[in-house]
């Protein structure tokens, strides 16, 4: 059985990457019709069963949608979530990924082999998934001293080496953006049993309490450190479309899977407001979640020089 699976946990601090996060209901609003959108197009491509991991019950309108789209909403109890104030971050609720992984891992009810795919709730996708691989991130190019949150790829190996004993070459080090993975369920065993004895170790590390620990960083140390590192997918883009900074002719713009972390409150609410009035005429949620969204990833304007120039002196002054 495959899996395609969304994590959100309720935080009331603000998000980055969400405009007017200040305004907890707005917020809260923003990233729910995120998740009816994200599985409204996991489910257009795939057969996959749909699962949603949340720490409260959800308003009327978004578990009505959510339950006719067949995916099962997931409570965790408060009292059995451990990892999500684990650390500090400025991604709240980021590491409550980690306690879905826990919730599976202790679950008598999956095979070895089934397979998990988690996927931020600001992703749309956009054609079948290829659930072939048993242990898959999507690996983020940077230079090994370049801050990624608060962490680099060399202060990463520098922990899993201490924690592993084991020296492994920084260049060979992968760092896995926190919105795709792929696990069987023999590999959420076992990557959470480490994940556990990580953040343990982290926490009572003297030189290393009161660092920001994000769950990418957590996720990235264990999974190239396990006997069969992960692999690295294709299937994946994070495409940033904002007024300083457009990626799109660097990236694969015929991925399966588009990650929008910018388009919350742009694309995100348009596709919502558009999916009420179709009423589960498929042919059109396919054309709308799949050619739509390339267009109109395609069809935003480039940044200025202006705006390029003010994003590099800001990039300066910050390193």
């Known amino acids: 059985m495959n899996y395609i699976c969304t994590t959100f946990y309720h935080s009331e601090g603000k998000s980055p990457n969400l405009a007017g996060s200040e305004n907890i209901d707005d917020k809260f609003l923003a ?45 965790i109890p408060r009292n059995s979530i451990k990892y999500v104030n684990a650390f500090e971050n400025k991604f709240p609720g980021c590491l409550f990924l980690l306690d879905g992984l826990e919730y599976i891992a202790n679950q008598n009810l999956f095979a070895e082999d089934d397979k998990f795919l988690f996927v931020d709730s600001d992703c749309i996708v956009r054609s079948k998934i290829d659930f072939s691989e048993e242990f898959s991130g999507y690996k983020i190019d940077l230079k090994s001293d370049e801050n990624m949150n608060y962490q680099s790829i060399r202060s990463l190996n520098s ?141 935003q304007p480039k940044p200025s020089f202006l705006a390029k120039l003010y994003r590099e002196i800001r990039s300066g002054l910050k390193s």
């Not at 308003?59 to 409570?75: Q, T």
């Not at 023999?186 to 309490?209: F, G, M, P």
């Not at 904002?242 to 995100?268: C, M, W």
């Open 159 to 299: 922990i899993g080496e201490k924690f592993y004993h084991e020296n492994k070459p920084v260049e060979k080090f992968k760092f896995f953006g926190g919105e795709y993975y792929i696990f069987s369920k023999k590999r959420i065993d076992i990557t959470c049993n480490q994940i556990s004895k990580l953040v343990e170790y982290i926490s009572n590390e003297a030189d290393l309490k009161g660092q920001s620990f994000t769950e990418e960083h957590i996720l990235s140390i264990v999974m190239n450190y396990e006997d069969s590192p992960a692999n690295a997918t294709s299937q994946i883009e994070r495409i940033w479309m904002t007024r300083g900074f457009n990626n799109v002719s660097q990236v694969n713009i015929d991925a399966s899977i588009y990650h929008l972390p910018s388009e919350k409150k742009k694309l995100f609410f348009q596709l919502y407001e558009k999916l009420k009035t179709f009423d589960n005429r498929w042919d059109e949620m396919h054309y709308l979640l799949s050619d739509y969204v390339k267009e109109y990833v395609l069809a």
């Open 31 to 75: 990233y729910h019709q995120c998740i009816v959108v994200m599985f409204t197009s996991a489910k257009i491509h795939n057969d996959a069963k749909l699962v949603f991991f949340t720490d409260r019950t959800l308003p009327d309108e978004i578990e009505k949608k959510l339950i006719l789209l067949g995916v099962e909403i997931i409570i």
